[in-house]
């Protein structure tokens, strides 16, 4: 039937599943309980239980064997598991098993008393640590672990009870929930559209984590008292739900020339920023989140905001390059060094900054002599020498950041670095404190060398690189 929709009635709804769609905190097919243990009988107590057996069996024999019986016992075995992942397996087991030692063990007897086992369906999702209002075994009644029959274990107590799909009436039941909706976040900074939308006025999600099912938490009880008071209610935690579309990320570019601004999307209401840089000492970020280059710093950092909210702390990161381009190399080539016409190498801006969207050209910003360009994509050139010998491959950054054409010059056909000072070495950061790193242009990945800066003297530093050659 749904909620109601006649004389303006607002519908709202409360789900205790987490917002940031948190599981249980274990995967599919966990074991859940298992109980073992066993009660031995003597020989007197052993005939009564014949005549318990006998009655159970309607076989008279059963109660002469009780005489010839020296002892007995009783052994329980039962194990819960939680659901597969759209599997048939045993999910219940319990059996109860009578052991006889008939003439002092010469001959032995058993059946089972009671073996009971429950496999679950293979379209079944594994909906026990799925998001959702959990049901914890713990806050129904105190779980004997110690029984003198059993021995209990219980891994894991809690599951879930009411998963968060239904709790909000996704799709209103006319639509087909898969695995995708039960994982997803439904959060009210992005609620879910049409057909698989929430069809109330307002819902409210448990933040972080998943609470008891039916429960009023701090949270949830402030939410609906406001809607009461008749002003919408609006809470979230969005921006702390790690590995989601809705946590808080920074905007701005990966490329700071002179200065930038960054900014953070999905900011929570009434949080507070705070700004960091890895290094002070070239790119200092003030507390409006405008990054400036100091002293003439070329290399990378890190800008960190501190996010502080009505929920908790998170912090979000992006890493950026501080200054003008340093020089072009080749990487992915399967023979680091060598060149030929036979193949296609990719050029880059170096050094590449790892973990960002830095794009310093554009296809048109290339050129090449000795061959010719083959593609491009997200800042890299493809490339098809045509001739042995030199060639050089040049590029202009985009935006330049005050530095002219780079380019870089490779020896066609015959492998390595061409003699002199036509392969070029960089190094970065300048300036620097623990460490410089000093990489062959050509050869990526290859040529680098890291020097750690241990000596304390400051000033000016001369690198010579020397290139030994190979005797053949």
Same mark, same amino acid.
């Given at each position: ?286 507390? !409006? *989140? ?7 710093? /070329? &290399?990378? =950092? #890190? +800008?960190? @905001? %501190?996010?502080?909210?009505? $929920? ?65 994509? !997200? *800042? ?7 001739? /042995? &010998?030199? =060639? #050089? +491959?040049? @590029? %202009?950054?985009?935006?330049? $950041? ?71």
């Amino acid at each position: 039937m749904g909620p109601p929709r006649l004389w303006g009635i607002r519908t709202l709804a409360i789900a205790n599943g987490s917002e940031c769609a948190t599981g249980q905190g274990y995967g599919p097919y966990t074991q859940m309980m298992t109980g073992n243990g066993s009660v031995d009988f003597g020989y007197f107590s052993s005939i009564l239980l014949s005549v318990w057996e006998t009655a159970l069996t309607q076989n008279p024999l059963k109660y002469f064997e009780g005489y010839l019986t020296t002892s007995s016992n009783f052994s329980v075995t039962t194990e819960i598991r939680s659901l597969p992942d759209q599997q048939s397996q045993r999910i219940f087991y319990f059996d109860l098993y009578y052991h006889k030692n008939i003439l002092g063990g010469l001959i032995q007897s058993g059946s089972d008393v009671r073996n009971f086992s429950f496999n679950s369906q293979a379209s079944m999702f594994p909906l026990d640590n799925y998001p959702g209002g959990i049901f914890d075994v713990r806050n129904f009644a105190q779980i004997p672990t110690n029984i003198s029959l059993i021995n209990l274990s219980l891994p894991t107590t809690r599951f879930n009870f009411i998963p968060t799909t239904s709790s909000l009436d996704i799709g209103s039941g006319s639509q087909t929930i898969g695995s995708a909706d039960l994982l997803r976040t439904y959060s009210p900074t992005a609620p879910p559209v049409a057909p698989k939308n929430v069809p109330y006025n307002n819902f409210f999600t448990n933040p972080l984590s998943n609470e008891n099912h039916a429960t009023l938490t701090i949270n949830n009880a402030k939410w609906l008292w406001q809607e009461m008071q008749g002003t919408p209610a609006f809470f979230s935690c969005s921006y702390s739900c790690a590995g989601t579309n809705l946590v808080s990320t920074i905007n701005g570019s990966s490329l700071l020339c002179n200065s930038t601004s960054f900014s953070i999307n999905n900011l929570p209401s009434n949080a507070t920023i705070t700004w960091s840089s890895s290094n002070i000492n070239g790119l200092t970020i003030n507390s !409006s *989140g405008v990054g400036v280059r100091a002293n003439n710093y /070329n &290399g990378p =950092a #890190t +800008v960190t @905001a %501190t996010i502080s909210g009505s $929920c908790d702390n998170t912090s979000a990161q992006k890493t950026v390059w501080v200054g003008p381009a340093l020089g072009i190399e080749n990487f992915e080539n399967s023979i680091p060094g060598y060149f030929s016409t036979s193949d296609t190498y990719k050029f880059r801006i170096a050094p590449a900054v790892p973990n960002s969207t830095l794009k310093y050209f554009s296809s048109n910003n290339w050129s090449v002599t000795g061959g010719m360009v083959v593609g491009g994509d !997200s *800042g890299e050139l493809w490339v098809q020498f045509t001739t /042995n &010998g030199y =060639a #050089t +491959v040049t @590029a %202009t950054p985009d935006p330049p $950041c005050g530095a002219g054409p780079l380019s870089l010059t490779v020896l066609v056909g015959q492998g390595g670095c061409p003699d002199g000072d036509i392969c070029p070495n960089i190094v970065y950061p300048n300036p620097a404190s623990d460490e410089l790193t000093v990489l062959t242009a050509a050869i990526a990945g290859r040529g680098a060398t890291h020097i750690t800066l241990r000596d304390p003297t400051t000033g000016r530093w001369c690198i010579h690189r020397v290139q030994q050659k190979k005797n053949k």
